[in-house]
């Protein structure tokens, strides 16, 4: 070989190397960044140093997922408290203003609702475009016009719900209903009625998919004991999911997958551990648990996989081809797991953590719920013990 071609060659391994290097290099260290609230606190989170981060939003309630309007706007729910309650609501934030990292105006779009947990919109092919929204009981819709601060229609209800089992007498507490849109259909998750049972209906513990209209309602998925976050990229329906809690502190994993249609993730027989799947030793079965799918991603057991949402790529940006996916945080402090948004690759792979310090000295200084990609290296994430929506953005 020429030694111009050994040169050429040289050159093109180095690149590859290089290339290599960077798409699995380490995580940014993350450093402290003080946060004082409206209601006198004052504490630390950790994030990258390059990011700072900005309480937008105070004062609200148990404020959970957002969505984007047709028009652009932000609408996010809130389910006011942890009981099965109906003063739940809806706000539209307007009037962004990125200099204050502030809204001008936070409207309460509709109140007194039943746990609201998602909201969702879509255009028909006449061109009305919608407001879905997920309570407990039910599943709803309402015409929507641009710039609108009430609806304006009266409700269409297209689904109803299983509600009861909203108390731990039965076990469980599973009263959100998430929605995500996509190619043209609604898909709508349910979560179970207890920690570990085998159900009476279908519907629970399952990913339903629907048309926008609410008609042709089938199980898309099941075997899904609690999978509150959904969201639906290049063609592909991804679901984070909560595992059981009667299987110790390690076990099992709290899950990410990319769902598959008419595909059983095991519940309550199986549940997950270290990217395996293995029997639920108070619902032994056969054939066993070895055709069960295995996750897209997996996060600390406890830990309450919420929200989630994608970043693209993008040349030079902190944030590119990954998900950020908020971990909830568990009942049990000690363990300190969860109480994060943390890194997911376009491969599954963790990334680390972004943000961290929620929990901190066994003292809680709030619960990630949701995020909403803003811009490049720019996000939303919504903290439903405190009522606060943070924007993260690059450090001007």
Not at 373 to 393: C, E, L, N, P, T
């Amino acid at each position: 070989m020429k030694p111009r071609h050994l040169l050429h060659l040289a050159a093109l391994l180095l690149a590859c190397i290089g290339f290599a290097a960077a798409a699995v290099a380490a995580p940014a260290a993350l450093t402290p960044h003080r946060v004082a609230l409206d209601d006198g606190r004052s504490f630390s989170l950790n994030l990258p140093a390059d990011l700072e981060i900005v309480p937008a939003v105070q004062g609200l309630k148990r404020v959970r997922f957002f969505a984007r309007s047709p028009d652009g706007r932000l609408f996010v729910t809130d389910m006011h408290d942890l009981s099965d309650n109906r003063r739940g609501r809806v706000y539209a934030l307007d009037d962004w203003d990125e200099q204050r990292a502030r809204f001008g105006k936070v409207s309460v779009y509709l109140d007194k609702q039943r746990n609201p947990n998602s909201v969702a919109f879509h255009t028909d092919a006449q061109g009305q475009s919608w407001l879905y929204l997920a309570n407990t009981d039910k599943l709803q819709r309402y015409r929507y016009r641009n710039g609108d601060l009430k609806p304006a229609s009266e409700p269409e209800t297209l689904a109803s719900f299983p509600d009861y089992g909203l108390s731990y007498k039965y076990g469980g507490w599973h009263l959100t209903r998430t929605l995500a849109f996509g190619d043209g259909k609604l898909y709508v998750s349910v979560g179970s009625s207890c920690n570990a049972c085998i159900e009476k209906e279908d519907v629970r513990a399952a990913v339903l998919q629907m048309n926008p209209d609410g008609s042709g309602r089938r199980i898309y998925a099941h075997g899904l004991r609690n999978a509150v976050g959904l969201l639906f990229r290049d063609g592909q329906l991804y679901a984070t999911n909560q595992g059981a809690d009667h299987l110790g502190d390690q076990k099992p994993d709290e899950t990410m997958f990319a769902l598959r249609d008419g595909a059983d993730y095991g519940w309550p027989f199986c549940y997950h551990s270290k990217g395996r799947a293995f029997t639920d030793p108070k619902f032994p079965r056969k054939p066993g648990c070895a055709v069960v799918p295995k996750p897209f991603a997996s996060f600390p057991s406890h830990a309450s996989a919420l929200g989630l949402s994608w970043f693209p790529p993008a040349d030079g940006a902190l944030l590119q081809n990954e998900y950020l996916v908020a971990l909830h945080g568990g009942s049990k402090l000690s363990l300190d797991h969860g109480y994060r948004i943390v890194r997911v690759g376009a491969d599954g792979r963790s990334g680390g953590e972004l943000v961290n310090g929620f929990l901190a000295k066994g003292k809680v200084h709030g619960r990630p719920c949701d995020v909403l990609q803003a811009g490049r290296d720019r996000f939303f994430f919504s903290d439903d013990k405190s009522g606060v929506i943070y924007y993260v953005r690059p450090k001007r």
